[in-house]
């Protein structure tokens, strides 16, 4: 085996799907500095491991190591910073218009709900409603069962229905 | 069809991830039902909402530059591995024999790629035994597998079924055979599951292949290049090829 193909093998697979990993890090760890280091943390350790790679849905590998990597990273940020709290990136103003800005409330609120799910529901939703990812893919993704990732999403739906319907702006 | 279940398949429907007879099953029960239709258009509102609100971020240009300048020190000895399956040593023992043995890239290679070819077929169908479920659209009747594949590929296979032959048809499911997607059709003979890919017109035609109990053999449908992997025994193995490649 060469090592420099094996890495170039996973950096072609890191790039073609890098805003896949960057997003999901993102919504997990909640602003862009952590989200840049996860993701880049998980392709130093997809590179070292591309052994365990066995054939099969290149990206839902990739996914998997990107998710692994944010949690270890959430884990760390949980034992170091008890109490603190974490610093969130302001939403990005895209204009000024009056129908944009209305898309952009509409936006920040659904982006405050989804932020405050549990990890556990968010990154189903996530992964099911932006990155378009299959049940199967996902249950890849979490090496959980199918039915595992469709209890999940229903809760985490269900979730997001109560909260957004409770709040005075959702209404 | 009663509430509860179509509250459970609502979901589902949604995601895509029905088959179309569960899915028009379902349209029937909502159809009548304006309880089930609440739910459905709550969550359908939900997920658009999600869909098309929620910002999905792009990676920014620094973290790209990161990732294609990074430097990987490979850890000089591995670590004896844990246990782990026969199956998943041989397929990881493959993707290093692929990588050393050429020039990577996402796609097959004739020639260069034929061992390949079989090594990933074997590795799906393994995969595909290891899940929970072997086919993604569960449906003896062609005409569901066929509109299911339609409705993800550019191209729908031809979809036949063979039960009166003693070889139903199961479903299908779209699987990664290396870095291709394709079109499987999942038939049962006994308790034996086969799996027929359909593969590009550029697969290079090897000879057949055995692993673990295991064969692979070559064959066409409606002119298609096709693999066929089970653990059929070599007689019946043969007579589903001469089914399949005499289907039109």
Not at chain 2, 103 to 116: E, M
Request: glycine share 6%; charged share 25%; proline share 5%.
């Amino acid at each position: 085996m060469t090592s420099t193909a094996t890495v170039s093998w996973v950096s072609e697979l890191a790039q073609e799907h890098l805003d896949a990993a960057y997003n999901l890090g993102r919504w997990l760890l909640g602003n862009e500095h952590d989200a840049a280091d996860a993701v880049h943390d998980a392709f130093l350790r997809a590179a070292r491991s591309a052994h365990t790679y066995a054939g099969g849905n290149a990206r839902a590998w990739w996914l998997a190591i990107v998710r692994n990597s944010c949690l270890a990273a959430l884990n760390a940020r949980r034992r170091e910073q008890p109490r603190a709290h974490v610093v969130a990136d302001e939403p990005v103003d895209p204009g000024t218009t009056e129908a944009s800005a209305q898309a952009a409330e509409r936006g920040r609120l659904i982006e405050k709900h989804l932020s405050a799910l549990p990890v556990e529901f968010r990154e189903v939703v996530i992964l099911r409603e932006i990155e378009d990812l299959s049940y199967r893919e996902i249950a890849d993704v979490l090496a959980v069962p199918i039915g595992t990732v469709m209890s999940r999403l229903a809760r985490g739906r269900a979730h997001l229905q109560k909260s957004l319907a409770a709040s005075p702006e959702g209404r | 069809m009663d509430c509860n279940e179509a509250k459970r398949l609502i979901e589902p429907y949604l995601d895509g991830e029905l088959d179309r007879a569960e899915a028009r099953a379902l349209e029937a029960h909502v159809d009548g039902c304006a309880e089930c239709q609440a739910v459905l258009t709550q969550l359908g509102q939900l997920r658009h909402a999600v869909r098309t609100e929620a910002p999905r971020y792009t990676a920014p240009a620094s973290l790209r530059e990161r990732i294609r300048e990074a430097r990987v020190e490979q850890p000089a000895r591995r670590i004896a591995p844990r246990r782990v399956p026969a199956w998943w040593r041989l397929a990881a023992a493959c993707f290093f024999a692929f990588i050393a043995g050429s020039v990577v890239t996402l796609t097959w290679h004739p020639g260069a790629g034929r061992d390949q070819v079989v090594n990933d077929l074997f590795a799906s169908h393994w995969r595909a035994l290891a899940a929970n479920s072997p086919v993604d659209v569960v449906s003896s009747d062609r005409h569901t597998v066929r509109p299911w594949f339609a409705g993800k590929l550019p191209q729908a296979p031809l979809v036949r079924d063979f039960a009166e032959q003693g070889f139903p048809l199961v479903g299908g499911r779209i699987d990664y055979a290396g870095a291709q997607r394709v079109p499987v059709l999942v038939y049962r003979h006994d308790k034996h599951l086969i799996d027929v890919y359909l593969l590009p017109e550029s697969t290079p035609a090897v000879s057949s292949a055995h692993r673990e109990g295991y064969s692979l053999v070559w064959g066409t449908l409606d002119d298609q290049p096709t693999a066929i992997v089970s653990d059929l025994d070599g007689a019946e193995l043969a007579r589903f090829k001469a089914l399949l490649d005499a289907a039109r």
